[in-house]
T-cell receptor, first 115, second 117 residues
């Protein structure tokens, strides 16, 4: 059974710091991995999606990497800003039978960037 | 503002009430999802509809009843809920690929915060 773990559960950093969020998954048979951002009491916003054949994706100050063989992904945030404060969720799509559209989510890392 | 809307945003109901959550997507997608988000637990997939047909029911109790009348609308009918059903209910949509293509990104609505008294 696929399980997704995110460490740390919470993180507080000063503004301007570069930081890394970690995601690990137990089964390497995945189609893709996606990073989301969730602001308090709100829905999720997709940040980056990495296909199983890719090693990384970049968008602005965000860079996500994927090492499928070791079951790990990292989200790198450069020059963090107070507006980056949110919960970051990692989700994998298991390589299951055709027609199944399922994502397995981690519990998230709650990030606070201090001004 | 996302292309997925949910109503109501907040709902308080008693255990004997019947209510419905509504989700509408304006993105032309063909797959829609219901998720439950409880405190300190991972997001839990409840139901998946692809081309209006239910393709996933993740062992959800029968007091939750989904309905997908067309590819743009998704409902979650609630009856005789329990206090432990209090959570944020999120709807999402995606453009599910053809067989063998699973590259879709899910777009989420803002959620309905449900409190069961």
């Amino acid at each position: 059974k696929q399980e997704v773990t995110q460490i740390p559960a919470a993180l507080s950093v000063p503004e301007g710091e570069n930081l890394v969020l970690n995601c690990s998954f137990t089964d390497s048979a995945i189609y893709n991995l996606q990073w989301f951002r969730q602001d308090p009491g709100k829905g999720l916003t997709s940040l980056l999606l990495i296909q199983s054949s890719q090693r990384e994706q970049t968008s602005g100050r965000l860079n996500a990497s994927l090492d499928k063989s070791s079951g790990r992904s990292t989200l790198y945030i450069a020059a963090s800003q107070p507006g980056d404060s949110a919960t970051y969720l990692c989700a994998v799509r298991p390589r299951l039978t055709s027609g199944t559209y399922k994502y397995i989510f981690g519990t998230g890392t709650r990030l606070k960037v201090l001004a | 503002e996302t292309g997925v809307t949910q109503t109501p945003r907040h709902l308080v109901m008693g255990m004997t009430n019947k209510k419905s959550l509504k989700c509408e997507q304006h993105l032309g997608h063909n797959a829609m999802y219901w998720y439950k988000q409880s405190a300190k637990k991972p997001l839990e997939l409840m139901f998946v509809y692809n081309f209006k047909e239910q393709t996933e029911n993740n062992s959800v109790p029968s007091r939750f009843s989904p309905e997908c009348p067309n590819s743009s609308h998704l409902f979650l009918h609630l009856h005789t809920l329990q206090p432990e059903d209090s959570a944020l209910y999120l709807c999402a949509s995606s453009q599910a690929g053809l067989a063998g293509s699973y590259t879709d990104t899910q777009y989420f609505g803002p959620g309905t915060r449900l409190t069961v008294l």
